[in-house]
Every structure is written in C-alpha cells, then in structure tokens.
C-alpha cells in the first residue's frame, strides 16, 4: 500500500524535472500532460497533471493497494459509513485501468482507494478514444 497524492501543475517538464531531483527517481509514466513517479521511500505515487488554469494545486489524495479484496474492503467500509461516493471497475483513466472506490470528506477533497489492473492500456485507449484526466475539468472524478 502507498499514499497517492495528485498535483496538478502549471508546468510539467519543471515539476517533472523538481520532483525527481527531490526524491530521486525517474518518472514511473509520462503522457503529454501527465507524469507519475511510483516512488518505494517513502511510499509515494505522485502524480502530475498539468493544469495551468487549475484553481487549486491538490487534484485529490488516493490509497494505491496492489490486491482487489482491498479496494472491495474499502468501498464495503466507507458503504457502511455512509461516505462512498462511487466504486469503479475496469476504469480507464490517466494512462492506466483501475478499480476504484471513491469517497469525498465533507470539504469536497476527493479520496480513492484503487487498484491497477493494466498499467499500460494505451492501444486500447486509442482504439476506443478513452478521456484521460488530463483532458477534463479539474472537479471531475478522475484519479
């Protein structure tokens, strides 16, 4: 498991370039417009949107999990809570095919707890002309 933690920035080659000197590592993905850095210490899946017209930096926080009854875990959890928004299957979105489950705190910061199913789908996408993130306003849910 590791903390996801969506940025969405007004240059990506500068962030790309600021957040591998800080931590270290090389991007894990990039697209235009997007980069993700999977980063073992600390435990970390930053991930870059650039945005220049975002309103705010934060594009929403996430739990990466690397096992399914996880994400079916968290969604029965925040079910039983009353704070799950969605749950996604088979999402293809930001380069990559995920499970989801979906949660907002009161303020409207978005939460997911997800799970990559393909890592790579980018034939697929092009075939079926999937949105990505990147390509949407920044209040929409997408991780």
Known sequence: MRLQLALNVRNLDEAVDYYGKLFGAEPHKRRPGYANFAIEQPPLKLVLFENEQAAERLNHLGVEVFDDAQVNDAAKRFAEAGILKEVQREETCCHATQDKAWSHEPQGLRWEWYRITDD????????????CCSELETDTVCG
């Open 120 to 131: 790579d789908p980018e034939a697929r996408r092009k075939a079926e002309r999937t949105v």
